[in-house]
C-alpha cells in the first residue's frame, strides 16, 4: 500500500495551496494524479460530508480504488449512488465521507428532499462546460450551499476559452468571469460565423488580449500542471496514415458529397441536412453506412486492410478506438481475437494477454489506466477519427501517462482527400469544428 510520502512534489504542493484557497480548480493532465490529490484534500481539510460528480466509469471504480490503494486514505468510507433508485437511496442513507455520483444521476440526486453535502467536487468538469444544459442548471442552484468546491479536468478548454465561464463560475459562483454567459462574451468575445438568413451565431471568438485576461482573471484559483513538466514519460509519436480508396469508390463519395444522395449496394442514401451529410461522409470513410431502419452497408474495406497491414507491422499489443457500431462489429468480425474494453480486462491488457483491444472513446476515454508494457512499443490506433478535441485527448492519456515506460505509438487511418482530412486539422487545432464542416462540403 503506497504511503502519503509516495506523493510527487507538485501534489503535495497542491495541497498545501488547498489550505489558503478553499474552493479551486485543479486542470491537471491527465495522469498526474487529481483523485489521490483531491482525496488527500478531502481527507486532511475536508470537514462533513463531500460530493462527487464524475463521470460513470470514473464514479463506478477510480475514486474508490485510489481511496483503497493509499493508506492515508483507507479510513475514507466511499459510497456510490449508482444503479437503481432504492440501490441509490441505501447509499445515499449511509454513512460515509464521500458519495459518488454519476453525471447521469445527478438531477435525481439533487431532487430528493433533505439532501445535503458540505463540499462538492467536479471530476471532469469540462462536463459542465455548456451552462444551458439541464445538468449545470440544477446544479447551479445548490452551489452556495457547499462549504467547499473543487473542479478537475485535464481539458478545461476543448472548444475554447469560453468553456471556463461555466466551470468557473462553479468554484466562485460567477465573482472572475462574470456572472452571466452574456456578459461574459460581451466583455471577452464577438460573434463569429452568423447565419446569413437568420441572423443567428454559430460560434463565438475571442477578442485579442482575452485569453490572457481570463487566465490573470482565475489564476488565484485555478492551477494549470503538464504532465511533460512534472513526469519521466517515453516518446510519443502521432502518425497519419493515408488511406487510398477506389476510384469507383472515391465517385460514389463525391456524389453524395455533391448531391447529398447516393446509390450503394443498391440503397439509396440521402443526407436532407448538411449537418446529416457529414455524419454520412465519417460512416462512408469508416467502411460502412446507416440506413434509415438502423442497419449497415459495407462500402469499402480500405481501413480494414490497412489496419491489418499496421497489427502485422507490430507484435505489440493494440489499442484501437471505434466510434461506429458497425466499425466495431467489422473489426470484431476481421480479427475474431479483438476484445472489448470492460473493466473485468484491463489487468489482462496491461499484462500483455489481449493482443487487440477496441474500446469507443467515451467509454474507455476517461479516468481509466491503460499503461501497458508488454511490448517494444505501446500503440494505439483511430480507426474512426472523432470530432471531440476533448474525448480525442482523453483518449490518448489512458496509455501515455504515469506508468508507461515504454514508447507510445498514436497511429490515425485518415482515408485520403476526405472529410477525415478536416477532422485531423480539427485535432490539431488548426481550424475549428464550424471550419471543418464547411470545408468539408465545400
Known amino acids: 500500500m503506497l504511503s502519503r510520502k509516495n506523493l510527487h512534489n507538485y501534489q503535495k504542493d497542491i495541497i498545501e495551496k488547498a489550505k489558503s484557497v478553499p474552493s479551486m480548480g485543479l486542470f491537471l493532465e491527465p495522469g498526474l494524479g487529481k483523485t489521490t490529490t483531491a482525496l488527500t484534500i478531502v481527507a486532511e481539510q475536508f470537514k462533513g460530508t463531500t460530493l462527487v460528480v464524475a463521470p460513470k466509469r470514473v464514479a463506478e471504480t477510480v475514486w474508490m480504488e485510489e481511496s483503497q490503494k493509499w493508506e492515508h486514505l483507507k ?142 482573471k482565475v489564476s488565484d484559483v485555478c492551477f494549470s500542471l503538464k504532465a511533460k513538466d512534472y513526469l519521466e514519460l517515453p516518446n510519443v509519436s502521432y502518425l497519419i496514415h493515408k488511406v487510398g480508396i477506389t476510384y469507383q469508390i472515391r465517385n460514389i463519395y463525391d456524389t453524395l458529397k455533391k448531391d447529398m444522395v447516393a446509390e450503394i449496394k443498391g440503397q439509396t442514401v440521402t443526407a436532407s441536412t448538411a449537418a446529416t451529410l457529414t455524419g454520412k461522409l465519417l460512416q462512408f470513410t469508416s467502411g460502412a453506412i446507416y440506413s434509415e431502419d438502423g442497419s449497415w452497408k459495407e462500402v469499402h474495406t480500405a ?78 490506433i483511430w480507426y474512426d477519427l472523432p470530432w471531440s478535441s476533448e474525448n480525442y485527448i482523453q483518449a490518448n492519456a489512458r496509455i501515455y501517462r504515469q506508468g508507461q515506460e515504454k514508447p507510445v505509438i498514436i497511429h490515425h487511418l485518415c482515408v485520403e482527400k476526405s472529410i477525415d482530412d478536416q477532422v485531423i486539422k480539427v485535432l490539431d487545432k488548426k481550424i475549428t469544428i464550424q471550419d471543418a464542416l464547411m470545408e468539408s462540403l465545400k
Not at 471577452?188 to 446569413?196: F, I, L, Q, S
Not at 489496419?307 to 493494440?318: D, F, G, H, Q, V
Open 75 to 216: 479510513h475514507l468510507k466511499v459510497a456510490k449512488i449508482l444503479g437503481t433508485p432504492s440501490q441509490r437511496l441505501a447509499a445515499l442513507k449511509s454513512s460515509s465521507n464521500v458519495y459518488l455520483v454519476n453525471l447521469e444521476n445527478l438531477i435525481w440526486l439533487l431532487e430528493q428532499p433533505k439532501t445535503q453535502f458540505n463540499n462538492l467536487i467536479i471530476d471532469e468538469s469540462s462536463r459542465f462546460k455548456d451552462p444551458s444544459t439541464k445538468r449545470f442548471k440544477s446544479l447551479k442552484k445548490h452551489l452556495k450551499n457547499f462549504e467547499r468546491r473543487i473542479i478537475l479536468t485535464g481539458t478545461p478548454t476543448p472548444q475554447g476559452m469560453g468553456d471556463l465561464w461555466s466551470q468557473v463560475g462553479i468554484i466562485d459562483l460567477g465573482q472572475r468571469l462574470e456572472s452571466s454567459l452574456t456578459k461574459f462574451r460581451t466583455k471577452y468575445m464577438h460573434p463569429g460565423k452568423r447565419n446569413p438568413h437568420t441572423g443567428v451565431i454559430y460560434n463565438w471568438e475571442l477578442n485579442k488580449g482575452a485569453d490572457a485576461i481570463i487566465m490573470d
Open 303 to 380: 481501413k480494414l486492410e490497412y489496419l491489418e497491414s499496421l497489427l502485422e507491422e507490430s507484435s505489440s499489443p493494440t489499442l484501437v478506438f471505434y466510434h461506429f457500431k458497425h466499425s466495431l462489429e467489422r473489426i470484431r468480425n476481421a480479427f475474431p481475437e479483438a476484445v472489448v474494453l470492460t473493466d473485468s480486462n484491463i489487468q489482462a491488457w496491461r499484462d500483455g494477454k489481449i493482443r487487440i483491444m477496441l474500446a469507443h472513446p467515451q467509454s474507455g476515454g476517461i479516468g481509466i489506466n491503460l499503461q501497458c508494457n508488454a511490448g517494444q512499443t505501446a500503440q494505439t
